[in-house]
């Protein structure tokens, strides 16, 4: 399980769970924003089953998974913040502790199609936040009564971008 968000919010909910019956089961979760309501993680064996459940740069409670549960290397403790939770908008908010916490990965994109891992490291959850458009503008030149050349950068930084000059006789 690689690159999700997953969020239960219901009263007593359980973000994962997994079961394993009967059977010999490893599951791997890495780069995940896990969250519950009651619980984050849920692990359990019966039978003669033998689970193996790891997470990996995740952002879980560890105080809200099962004991089955494997802690591996570069988890985010740190609640993730989200664009607004309360709309329904689960998008990673910039200065979340999940941005370029995750570990390499071969998905090239993110739940809405932007390149995974626009900074350093791929975020950790579904969405990749991506690198705010710088912008600078320069002096115009070539000024004369009727034209003039307008002078700026802008850098998308991976991310459909749009720019345009407002320009006029006055700063209003």
């Known amino acids: ?7 239960a919010l219901g009263g007593g909910s359980t973000a994962l769970g997994v079961d394993a019956t009967n059977t010999t089961m490893r599951v791997a979760v890495t780069n995940a ?18 689970l193996t459940l790891a997470l990996e740069n995740s952002a879980y409670r560890t105080a809200r998974v099962s004991s089955l549960v494997t802690n591996g290397a570069g988890n985010v403790l740190a609640d993730p913040v989200f664009v607004n939770a309360a709309a ?14 995750g570990a390499g990965t071969t998905i090239l994109t993110d739940i809405d199609g932007q390149p995974r891992a626009i900074g350093p490291q791929p975020d950790i959850g579904a969405d990749e ?23 700026g950068i802008a850098n998308p930084n991976g991310l459909s971008t749009t720019t345009r000059f407002e320009y006029g006789p006055t700063t209003a």
């Open 1 to 7: 399980i690689e690159h999700v968000t997953l969020l």
């Open 33 to 50: 924003i896990v969250r519950g309501a009651n619980q984050d993680v849920a692990a359990t064996e019966s039978g003669t089953a033998t």
């Open 88 to 101: 329904g908008d689960f998008h990673q908010a910039p200065g979340s502790p999940t941005i370029d916490a």
């Open 129 to 151: 936040v991506g690198a705010l458009a710088t912008l600078a503008t320069d002096p115009a030149t070539a000024i004369t009564t009727t034209s003039a050349i307008l002078n």
